[in-house]
C-alpha cells in the first residue's frame, strides 16, 4: 500500500465510527452466513474464483435446470405432446442430481456442460 495510505484510511473508518456511521448497517449483531458452508474444503477457492467470473458449481446449475423444467412442466398440458419429452429431462436432471450428491469428491470439470460453458468462457 501506499505509505500513509494505510493511516489515512484508519483514521476515517475511526471518525466513522465516532459518528455512529457503523451502528445501523444491516446484519448488525447476527451470525455470518458463509456461502461456501456445504462445498468441500479443496474446491471453496476454485468454486469463489468460478462463482466471481459468473458460473455455478454443477449442482446449482443443474438445480436452476431442474427448477425451470419442472415449471415447464407444471405449464404443459397433460395431453401435450411435448410433455413426455419434457417428462424425460426432468427424469435425466434429477438422477443427475442424485448422483452428484452421492459423490462429494467430484471434480467440477467432471460435467460436460460445465466443461464447456468454462471453455466458453476462457475463449
Excluded: C, W
Aim: proline share 6%; net charge neutral.
Amino acid at each position: 500500500m501506499i505509505p500513509g495510505f494505510e493511516a489515512l484510511v484508519e483514521q476515517r473508518i475511526k471518525k466513522a465510527q465516532e459518528e455512529g456511521q457503523f451502528d445501523n448497517l444491516k446484519g448488525a449483531n447476527k451470525p455470518l452466513k458463509f456461502e461456501d458452508e456445504n462445498i468441500p474444503e479443496e474446491f471453496r477457492l476454485a468454486y469463489k474464483i468460478l462463482k466471481n467470473a459468473g458460473f455455478l458449481p454443477p449442482e446449482i446449475e443443474l438445480r436452476k435446470q431442474l427448477s425451470h423444467t419442472e415449471q415447464l412442466l407444471a405449464q404443459t398440458d397433460i395431453y401435450s405432446e411435448h410433455r413426455p419429452q419434457i417428462q424425460k429431462k426432468l427424469n435425466y436432471l434429477i438422477t443427475k442430481i442424485n448422483l452428484l450428491r452421492g459423490n462429494r469428491s467430484f471434480s467440477p470439470l467432471e460435467t460436460d456442460t460445465y466443461r464447456e460453458n468454462l471453455l466458453n468462457k476462457i475463449s
